[in-house]
């Protein structure tokens, strides 16, 4: 796994939420009152208030009976303007994908991840143009052919109308969705090598923190701040570290939680490991890298070493820890396997009263690297049915669905519908592409942890300041590094700058994050259930956060709107 799997934390998100959607509401609620008192006077003050009495009357009226009539006309003219063609699409692509993915000459191992990744990627491409389509020129179509005015005519609210759309194309989109992802399933389990479908897992990982000590066995710098990475080996991708063999280095695990819930059937502690290997020397390029386990008490320091294993290079090695182990010695530090057992109970003498175990990675051979990051070692639980994770799979491409058809509608309340595509599809593309970029600029902890796995990419967005300080420099021909002149105006400069940053701010957190959707898709590929703090609840907040403010947005704008205007 080549990303950190980091948990979501809703109350962080919640908080967000609520900034960005206070602040949206001040901005172009301040701006439409303005802009009436600017043309109509006073008498735009009573038409501000009127509106917002009338859109918090509609709010508490809402009828369901109402909205699943507007639901059920639109399920109907969805099927009418025959958007199930898409299953003919579908089919075809399916009909001849077999030909180009059976006979690649990928390593068996790796072959039910191009099947897996080619279907969930399969099912979202050509569900995201449907909706698009579906939700952007309904509305528009209806004003335009003019079957919208024997809607409004009858004790229909605007607010309903919104609903009721993306309420109908939800659950055209959730149908053709459940019958892509079933096909999709029964094309896997059919079409994929028998050697392959072993590798077909849904591994539960129980991931731990990582730090590292350095080649003397100290685990904090010069600061007393624990040691976060090991030794570059010149890799521009910083992801992984680095730790020396034959020395005191070592990669660090800390693990809670950890019970017997954890052990397979036959009783062990199962460590799935993928690490990397450096070669500072030529020699036998057959001969693997050996490494070597302790397990370390917390509350103690109880070290107990295990036996020595070889690397399995670019793919995952499984080492069963048994719960009883025989005392070993420890490289580099012979004297350090503890206490004067000749067998240790893991459970009992190894793990912590409260779950809690240190599991310390160390190289046996001198002058070798061994490289990794966070993920690359985790406690494997009981395999879940691959189904299950595949389900869940799908569902979070359901919330992409979701999120398109809430912005689409919302886009198609006030423009036509070749606009509203648009918009939509722009959005859609600054999301996937251009989401993280914008966060350097605004300093999002979130993109300069992205960042700071390259070199210089922490660096990068910390300097050059705003927009009008950036043009000071440039034309002054300084330094990024060297600090402003003092001044009323490198403080006027600095001020509008900050300014704009927070609103650039704002319209980064407005514009979707489709991370964690696509977060799951390369977790199932990679043969790990979709979890549910990284990327299944993400990928619900997701939506989540889009409904109030769509909602809202489309009856504003419907309410406004002349509806004759074709």
Same mark, same amino acid.
């Given at each position: 796994?080549?990303?950190?799997?980091?948990?979501?934390?809703?109350?962080?998100? %919640?908080?967000?939420?609520?900034?960005?959607?206070?602040?949206?509401?001040?901005?172009?609620?301040?701006?439409?009152?303005?802009?009436?008192?600017?043309?109509?006077?006073?008498?735009?003050?009573?038409?501000?208030?009127?509106?917002?009495?009338?859109? !918090?009357?509609?709010?508490?009226?809402?009828?369901?009976?109402?909205?699943?009539?507007?639901?059920?006309?639109?399920?109907?003219?969805?099927?009418?303007?025959?958007?199930?063609?898409?299953?003919?699409?579908?089919? !075809?692509?399916?009909?001849?994908?077999?030909?180009?993915?059976?006979?690649?000459?990928?390593?068996?191992?790796?072959?039910?991840?191009?099947?897996?990744?080619?279907?969930?990627?399969?099912?979202?491409?050509?569900?995201?143009?449907?909706?698009?389509?579906?939700?952007?020129?309904?509305?528009?179509?209806?004003?335009?052919?003019?079957?919208?005015?024997?809607?409004?005519?009858?004790?229909?609210?605007?607010?309903?109308?919104?609903?009721?759309?993306?309420?109908?194309?939800?659950?055209?989109?959730?149908?053709?969705?459940?019958? +892509?992802?079933?096909?999709?399933?029964?094309?896997?389990?059919?079409?994929?090598?028998?050697?392959?479908?072993? @590798?077909?897992?849904?591994?539960?990982?129980?991931?731990?923190?990582?730090?590292?000590?350095?080649?003397?066995?100290?685990? #904090?710098?010069?600061?007393?701040?624990?040691?976060?990475?090991?030794?570059?080996?010149?890799?521009?991708?910083?992801?992984?570290?680095?730790?020396?063999?034959?020395?005191?280095?070592?990669?660090?695990?800390?693990?809670?939680?950890?019970?017997?819930? !954890?052990?397979?059937?036959?009783?062990?502690?199962?460590?799935?490991?993928?690490?990397?290997? $450096?070669?500072?020397?030529?020699?036998?390029?057959?001969?693997?890298?050996?490494?070597?386990?302790?397990?370390?008490?917390?509350?103690?320091?109880?070290?107990?070493?295990?036996?020595?294993?070889?690397?399995?290079? $670019?793919?995952?090695?499984?080492?069963?820890?048994? #719960?009883?182990?025989?005392?070993?010695?420890?490289?580099?530090?012979?004297?350090?396997?503890?206490?004067?057992?000749?067998?240790?109970?893991?459970?009992?003498?190894?793990?912590?009263?409260?779950?809690?175990?240190?599991? &310390?990675?160390?190289?046996?051979?001198?002058?070798?690297?061994?490289? +990794?990051?966070?993920?690359? !070692?985790?406690?494997?639980?009981?395999?879940?049915?691959?189904? +299950?994770?595949?389900?869940?799979?799908?569902?979070?491409?359901?919330?992409?669905?979701?999120?398109?058809?809430?912005?689409?509608?919302?886009?198609?309340?006030?423009?036509?519908?070749?606009?509203?595509?648009?918009?939509?599809?722009?959005?859609?593309?600054?999301?996937?592409?251009?989401?993280?970029?914008?966060? %350097?600029?605004?300093?999002?902890?979130?993109? %300069?942890?992205?960042?700071?796995?390259?070199?210089?990419?922490?660096?990068?967005?910390?300097?050059?300041?705003?927009?009008?300080?950036?043009?000071? #420099?440039?034309?002054?021909?300084?330094?990024?590094?060297?600090?402003?002149?003092?001044?009323?105006?490198?403080?006027?400069?600095?001020?509008?700058?900050?300014?704009?940053?927070?609103?650039?701010?704002?319209? @980064?957190?407005?514009?979707?994050?489709? &991370?964690?959707?696509?977060?799951?898709?390369?977790?199932?590929?990679?043969?790990?259930?979709?979890?549910?703090?990284?990327?299944?609840?993400?990928?619900?907040?997701?939506?989540?956060?889009?409904?109030?403010?769509?909602?809202?947005?489309? @009856?504003?704008?419907? #309410?406004?709107?002349?509806?004759?205007?074709?």
């Amino acid at each position: 796994m080549d990303f950190n799997p980091t948990p979501f934390n809703f109350a962080t998100a %919640l908080q967000t939420w609520l900034q960005v959607f206070g602040a949206a509401v001040l901005i172009l609620g301040g701006a439409t009152l303005l802009g009436l008192v600017a043309s109509r006077g006073a008498t735009g003050l009573v038409i501000w208030a009127n509106e917002l009495g009338g859109m !918090l009357r509609d709010v508490a009226s809402i009828s369901p009976r109402r909205v699943w009539a507007l639901a059920q006309l639109t399920f109907r003219e969805a099927r009418r303007r025959k958007a199930l063609l898409v299953f003919v699409v579908f089919a !075809l692509l399916f009909m001849f994908a077999g030909w180009f993915l059976s006979g690649t000459n990928v390593p068996v191992e790796n072959q039910s991840k191009i099947y897996v990744a080619f279907v969930l990627r399969a099912i979202s491409w050509l569900m995201l143009p449907v909706v698009l389509l579906l939700s952007c020129w309904g509305i528009p179509e209806d004003i335009r052919l003019r079957s919208l005015h024997t809607v409004v005519t009858k004790p229909v609210h605007r607010l309903e109308i919104v609903l009721g759309r993306v309420l109908g194309y939800s659950i055209i989109g959730g149908l053709v969705l459940a019958v +892509m992802g079933f096909v999709g399933w029964a094309w896997i389990v059919r079409q994929m090598p028998a050697g392959a479908k072993a @590798h077909l897992t849904c591994r539960q990982p129980v991931f731990g923190s990582l730090t590292f000590k350095d080649r003397e066995g100290n685990e #904090r710098d010069a600061k007393g701040n624990p040691l976060t990475a090991g030794v570059n080996t010149g890799d521009v991708w910083e992801f992984r570290s680095y730790i020396e063999g034959a020395t005191k280095a070592r990669a660090v695990w800390r693990f809670s939680g950890v019970s017997e819930k !954890l052990f397979d059937p036959e009783g062990n502690l199962v460590l799935e490991s993928r690490f990397q290997a $450096f070669r500072s020397y030529k020699g036998d390029m057959s001969r693997p890298l050996s490494y070597q386990y302790v397990l370390v008490n917390p509350d103690t320091g109880l070290r107990v070493p295990t036996g020595f294993r070889t690397v399995n290079e $670019f793919r995952y090695r499984v080492d069963p820890i048994p #719960r009883i182990l025989p005392r070993v010695a420890e490289v580099a530090m012979p004297e350090s396997s503890g206490g004067d057992k000749t067998e240790y109970d893991l459970l009992a003498d190894i793990v912590s009263p409260k779950g809690d175990l240190i599991v &310390e990675v160390l190289c046996a051979d001198p002058n070798q690297y061994l490289g +990794m990051a966070a993920p690359d !070692l985790f406690i494997r639980t009981p395999d879940l049915p691959f189904w +299950m994770g595949y389900a869940k799979a799908v569902v979070c491409i359901g919330t992409v669905m979701l999120l398109v058809i809430l912005l689409g509608v919302t886009a198609s309340t006030f423009t036509k519908g070749p606009v509203a595509t648009l918009l939509t599809f722009c959005l859609i593309v600054v999301g996937m592409t251009s989401r993280d970029f914008m966060g %350097l600029l605004v300093g999002d902890e979130q993109a %300069l942890r992205k960042a700071a796995m390259y070199a210089g990419g922490k660096q990068a967005a910390q300097q050059g300041g705003g927009v009008f300080e950036s043009i000071y #420099r440039i034309v002054t021909y300084m330094n990024p590094s060297v600090p402003l002149p003092e001044g009323p105006a490198t403080t006027l400069m600095k001020t509008v700058d900050g300014a704009l940053v927070s609103f650039l701010w704002l319209v @980064h957190k407005i514009i979707p994050d489709f &991370e964690y959707p696509d977060r799951a898709m390369r977790y199932l590929a990679g043969g790990f259930d979709v979890e549910w703090k990284t990327a299944l609840l993400p990928s619900l907040a997701l939506v989540g956060a889009y409904i109030i403010p769509c909602l809202l947005l489309g @009856h504003f704008a419907l #309410r406004i709107r002349e509806l004759e205007s074709k």
